[in-house]
C-alpha cells in the first residue's frame, strides 16, 4: 500500500528557508520518479520540482530555480524539499507526489511565509 506523509511545513519569515520531507512506504522511492507540488489559496495545484528516478536528476519550475532544492535519500525511503530565501508568494500547501500505476498525493504540508 502506497503511503506519503509530509512533514516540516510551518511559519516562516520572507528570506528564511524550511525543509520538507516526504516519508514512503509501499514503494522504494529510489524506482521511481517523485515530485513535490502546491497549492495556494484560491489558486491551482502547481508543480515544483521533480527528481528521477534513474540517475537522480532535476527540475524545476521557473519561480524557484535557485532557491530549492529537491532530493532523496534511498536508505530512509525519504524525499526533501530544502527552500531557502522564501518569499511571501510561496505560501502554500506542499505535497508530494508518485505516479506509479495512478497518481499518489500525501496529506500536504502548509508554508506560510510572513513576516
Known amino acids: 500500500q502506497v503511503q506519503l506523509v509530509e512533514s516540516g511545513g510551518g511559519l516562516v519569515q520572507p528570506g528564511g528557508s524550511l525543509r520538507l520531507s516526504c516519508a514512503a512506504s509501499?514503494?522504494?522511492?529510489?524506482?521511481?520518479?517523485m515530485s513535490w507540488y502546491r497549492q495556494a489559496p484560491g489558486k491551482e495545484r502547481e508543480l515544483v520540482a521533480t527528481?528521477?528516478?534513474?540517475?537522480?536528476?532535476?527540475n524545476y519550475a521557473d519561480f524557484v530555480k535557485g532557491r530549492f532544492t529537491i532530493s532523496r535519500d534511498n536508505t530512509k525511503n525519504t524525499m526533501y524539499l530544502q527552500m531557502n530565501s522564501l518569499k511571501p508568494e510561496d505560501t502554500a500547501v506542499y505535497y508530494c507526489?508518485?505516479?506509479?500505476?495512478?497518481?499518489?498525493w500525501g496529506q500536504g504540508t502548509q508554508v506560510t511565509v510572513s513576516s
Open positions: 509501499g514503494f522504494f522511492v529510489g524506482s521511481y520518479a
Open positions: 507526489n508518485v505516479v506509479r500505476l495512478r497518481a499518489y
Open positions: 527528481i528521477t528516478s534513474a540517475g537522480g536528476s532535476t
